[in-house]
């Protein structure tokens, strides 16, 4: 940041999520704690923080946001942290559909935002990866961005990234930083996951932070990890 005063200190979570959700919240909310004692006033969890990531999940996995338990779990560990919260992404249940729904709280335990994933990540690479959320998720409809005393955020996940528009809506509305929970493959990952996090803040001279969930060989969806935040040089 330019000037002193806008200095502040953001931390990904890289964690591992596994098939049961209750361990799952408890470890992403131990490390939200050691990453605020470690003086973090701002923190993102990464991409399906509180299940697998699969289309095969998201049905089972799915709640009700803010209502549901890792959204309470999200609120309550912001206000006991102190810190603004960005709560990665869970499959959310609204009415009969399911999004990719990232939701962030500030230090007080409000909901600051909810964004839902605007583009799906629907890809066909021969021999490598296919994948189509779109077969269970509904697409969001709106980019959405939160205020905090140091700067204003935008929001993505994950696929999100690709879209350089979106990246240059978030700087013409004044974000200084864009924050992407992800979750990249084996394939996509050694390609494009940095080279896009570099290219969206270059592009927009802004600082961007790539959120991933930590690798897991066993798991049926291989992430790529590797969280990294860029700066606009
Ligand atoms: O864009 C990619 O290569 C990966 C995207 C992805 O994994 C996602 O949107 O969840």
Not at 49 to 72: A, I, K, L, Q
Not at 162 to 180: D, I, Q, S, T
Request: aromatic share 12%; proline share 6%; charged share 20%.
């Amino acid at each position: 940041m330019a000037t002193k005063a806008q200095k502040f200190r953001l931390a990904l979570v890289q964690c591992l999520p596994g098939s049961n959700k209750v361990k799952n919240l408890q470890r992403a909310a131990e490390m939200v704690r050691e990453a605020a004692s470690n003086g973090a006033q701002v923190v993102s969890l990464p991409e399906c923080f509180n299940s697998p990531y699969g289309t095969r999940y998201f049905p089972e996995y799915c709640e009700p946001v803010p209502d549901g338990d890792s959204t309470r779990m999200l609120s309550e560990l912001a206000k006991e942290t102190k810190t603004y919260l960005i709560g990665g992404s869970i499959p959310e249940k609204y009415q009969d559909k399911i999004y990719n729904t990232c939701s962030v709280f500030g230090p007080d335990g409000n909901q600051l935002a909810l964004y839902r994933k605007l583009h799906l990540f629907d890809i066909d690479v021969p021999g490598k990866i296919k994948f189509t959320e779109s077969d269970v998720l509904s697409p969001g409809q709106t980019p959405q961005t939160f205020d905090t005393e140091w700067c204003k955020f935008g929001l993505g996940i994950c696929y999100d990234a690709r879209f350089p528009e979106l990246a240059g809506l978030y700087r013409n509305r004044g974000c200084k930083v864009l924050v992407y929970p992800g979750a990249f493959n084996m394939t996509t990952g050694p390609a494009h996951w940095e080279l896009l996090a570099r290219a969206r803040s270059v592009d927009c001279q802004v600082y961007t932070a790539f959120c991933s969930v930590a690798r897991d060989e066993s798991a049926t969806y291989v992430a790529w990890g590797h969280s990294l935040i860029v700066s606009p040089w």
